[in-house]
């Protein structure tokens, strides 16, 4: 993986799988790792978890497979399962530039702003607020699904 993740992560995402807490999807070409992501169905963030609505995380593709649609897949096979649960699907995105292709690609895929404004570590912040511009300042967006 090109992303870092701390030591021990899929360990524990395959503990959460198996206490049932979330699904997680893996995109692989023979043997070798394409990309991935959680679908979580009770998230962190108030905003989906108050209303029932499943949260697609921690999508990411390894950098030389970008561009050929794996993201796309791995969004595709989420949505399916997640329609047979909800009406919806969340997911979020940085406000940096790394996100960018990110950004992009959710809202070409159909997910819209939920509403409720940029969130800090899931809460969300007043008019003049001040925050540091990092992965916790998040912007979640919503796609109905039927
Ligand atoms: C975001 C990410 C998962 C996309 O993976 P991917 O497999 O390259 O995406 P896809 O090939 O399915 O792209 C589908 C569409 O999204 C858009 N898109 C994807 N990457 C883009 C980029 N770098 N710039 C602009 N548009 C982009 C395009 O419209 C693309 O269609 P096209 O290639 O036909 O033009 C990948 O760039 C990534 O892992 N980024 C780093 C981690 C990250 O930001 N994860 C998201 C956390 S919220």
């Given at each position: 993986m090109d992303w870092h993740k701390p030591a021990g992560y899929f360990e524990r995402v395959l503990d959460q799988q198996a206490f049932g807490a979330l699904i997680l999807l893996l995109a692989l070409d023979a043997d070798a790792y394409l990309g991935h992501c959680k679908l979580v169905?009770?998230?962190?963030y108030p905003g989906f978890r108050e209303r029932g609505i499943p949260e697609i995380q921690d999508l990411n593709v390894n950098r030389s497979r970008r561009r050929r649609g794996v993201a796309s897949r791995l969004l595709e096979e989420a949505e399916a399962r997640i329609v047979k649960q909800s009406r919806f699907a969340g997911i979020g995105f940085g406000?940096?530039?790394?996100?960018g292709a990110a950004q992009r690609l959710y809202i070409q895929r159909g997910y819209v702003p939920d509403g409720r404004g940029v969130h800090y570590h899931h809460e969300p912040l007043p008019p003049g607020a001040t925050c540091t511009?990092?992965?916790?300042?998040v912007l979640y967006l919503v796609k109905q699904l039927r």
């Open positions: 169905w009770s998230p962190g406000l940096y530039a790394d996100y511009l990092d992965d916790d300042l």
